[in-house]
């Protein structure tokens, strides 16, 4: 009986430290941050640590960060009173890129087919903090010789007046490499342009009073919208330097230690001020600068079916893109369809400068003589600070061919009237003569007839006349129906100036917009890339064609400066017939 108690203990006791020994093995997979908060130009170091080896290590996508080292292994193992440890640990040098709160995701191992993840870390990310200086660290030379400066023009202007600004990197002693924005400067309440910087030179300049080298990193035209202290927001940087160290080669030469330098242009603030109420024309729609204005008709004289392009043009230094151009008023006997725009307009560090265009297609109705009244241009003139108007002469458009209406007014009160004057009758040559007894008309049978007649012709009459209103009612109808007229002018127009490039792409873009028109129903306004891809294929026109469409739409404003022979053109005739008759076939 004793033994047996005393087998039953040594079980006990054996059970106790397998359970033990389980418990010891229980698998450990964590991470440990050296701080959980950091300033933004701090490092910071994650370490991944398991109790077992673990395969398969997943680390997180450090999303907010910028790994600078890592991942780096260590691996120990020892033994202690005759048991066993085991440490694994992956370990990274992160530098964050954005200030708040950022999380750190999980990493994953895999363990005897188990998957083990780490718990995710918050880390507090603050200001940039000025960090005490080691004299006998390298990193001075590139806060002494490192500088990202704004260079702004004029800081004190007027609304939609242009200002330029100009970021440039300073540089003394060190070398620089590449760099990454951290901080895009954002231009709220200004209409911005980049100017393009094909090639990064670095040019000799004085900084400081001191020689430095610099390159123009990033240029901008901008120009205000509204008055007041308008702020412009910093350009942040991070950029790859080389330092000169205190160690040296075997042959004597210094040593250069990478690292990496952030600098910031700082935030600037421009005054605005509002453009003077004295003197202001009513008719002014913010056109700043100088600038000329001109009003030109293709033609005064036309024959019955032709039509004319009237062109509001303004020339000149300024802000072109933002105002819009007069609109021209026109007699009723004249319609005039909605502007085709165009603009030729460069943007140089100086400002906007060159042409934009609405052009206008008139066609008549009547015979006749029509004025188009002056139109009337103002800008504000910033040499002379004043306002200054343009008025247009009047233009007279002679319709030489086509209906003359029964009573057309024109606009100097002149009055077309067409009467018919019956000076003579003809004498009868021939007797006619009434029976004696004849009856009565009233109640005979053509009496009846003609009674009748007026009742019976009403419903025709009532459907006759509400099928002219509704045609004359169809604004939209009648608009497709002159666009399909007018892509095919357009058409005849670009074949006769098959001979004159430039003039022949003018007139085949026409007629390409007009047809779209026609088909879609939509105005200029409307006929974006996307919105007319889009639109097309709602309509079931086919991908290839639609594609062949915009490319051919898009190659008329570039092929009327490029170099082309006249093959080129006469290929471009034709696909434009054959893709306007695919869509005419496709469209639905």
């Not at 880390?123 to 390298?138: G, M």
């Not at 002014?284 to 062109?311: Q, R, Y």
């Amino acid at each position: 009986m004793q033994s047996h108690n005393l087998k039953m203990k040594k079980y006990f006791v054996a059970i106790v430290f397998l359970m033990c020994g389980l418990i010891s093995a229980q698998v450990q997979f964590e991470a440990r941050v050296s701080k959980t908060t950091l300033a933004l130009n701090e490092r910071l170091r994650v370490d991944f640590m398991m109790n077992v080896d673990g395969d398969n290590f997943a680390q997180p996508s450090f999303e907010g960060f910028r790994i600078i080292a890592g991942p780096s292994q260590q691996v120990s193992q020892s033994w202690v009173n005759g048991r066993s440890s085991f440490e694994k640990a992956y370990s990274y040098f992160l530098l964050p890129n954005q200030k708040g709160t950022i999380v750190i995701k999980s990493a994953a191992i895999e363990y005897n087919g188990q998957i083990y993840r780490t718990a995710p870390i918050k880390i507090n990310v603050t200001a940039a903090q000025e960090q005490p200086r080691d004299p006998n660290d390298s990193q001075i030379a590139a806060d002494d010789n490192l500088y990202l400066v704004a260079d702004v023009s004029k800081d004190n202007l007027y609304v939609n007046e242009p200002t330029t600004v100009v970021y440039k990197l300073y540089f003394a002693n060190i070398g620089i490499s590449n760099f990454r924005e951290l901080n895009k400067p954002k231009y709220n309440d200004f209409w911005s342009q980049n100017i393009e910087i094909k090639q990064l030179v670095a040019e000799e300049g004085i900084f400081k009073g001191q020689n430095y080298r610099y390159i123009v990193l990033k240029k901008v035209v901008l120009y205000p919208q509204k008055s007041g202290k308008l702020k412009i927001e910093p350009l942040s940087l991070e950029i790859d330097v080389q330092l000169p160290s205190n160690r040296r080669d075997m042959f004597g030469r210094m040593l250069l230690t990478e690292t990496s330098k952030r600098v910031s242009a700082g935030s600037k603030t421009i005054n605005v001020k509002p453009l003077p109420e004295i003197g202001k024309p009513d008719n002014f729609s913010g056109a700043v600068g100088k600038f000329d204005f001109k009003v030109t008709p293709s033609k005064n004289n036309l024959k019955n079916g032709e039509s004319l392009d009237l062109i509001v043009s303004v020339t000149g230094k300024g802000n072109l893109k933002l105002f819009s151009l007069p609109k021209p008023e026109v007699p009723n006997a004249l319609e005039m369809y909605d502007p085709v725009h165009s603009e030729d307009i460069s943007t140089p560090l100086s400002g906007m400068n060159g042409k934009t265009i609405d052009s206008y297609t008139i066609i008549p109705q009547y015979k006749g003589n029509y004025p188009i009244k002056p139109l009337q241009f103002s800008y504000f003139d910033l040499d002379s600070r004043t306002y200054k108007t343009i008025s247009s002469p009047e233009i007279m458009v002679n319709v030489l061919e086509g209906p003359t209406p029964v009573d057309t007014t024109r606009a100097d009160g002149n009055k077309n009237k067409n009467a018919i004057v019956d000076h003579f009758r003809p004498i009868k040559l021939k007797t006619e003569l009434n029976e004696i007894n004849k009856k009565d008309f009233l109640g005979s049978n053509l009496f009846y007839v003609l009674l009748f007649i007026p009742f019976l012709l009403l419903p025709l009459l009532i459907l006759f006349k509400n099928k002219r209103e509704a045609l004359a009612g169809d604004i939209s109808g009648n608009r497709i129906r002159m666009n399909n007229r007018l892509a095919k002018k357009y058409l005849s127009e670009a074949k006769k100036q098959i001979k004159n490039k430039e003039l022949f792409y003018i007139a085949l873009e026409k007629a390409m917009h007009n047809f779209l028109k026609a088909k879609l129903n939509i105005e200029t306004s409307e006929m974006s890339k996307n919105n007319i891809q889009e639109l097309l294929l709602s309509r079931n026109a086919s991908e290839e064609t639609v594609i062949e469409f915009i490319a051919l739409t898009e190659n008329c404003e570039i092929a009327r400066y490029a170099p082309s022979s006249s093959v080129t053109i006469q290929q471009d005739f034709d696909k434009a017939v054959f893709i306007i008759s695919e869509l005419e076939k496709q469209i639905s």
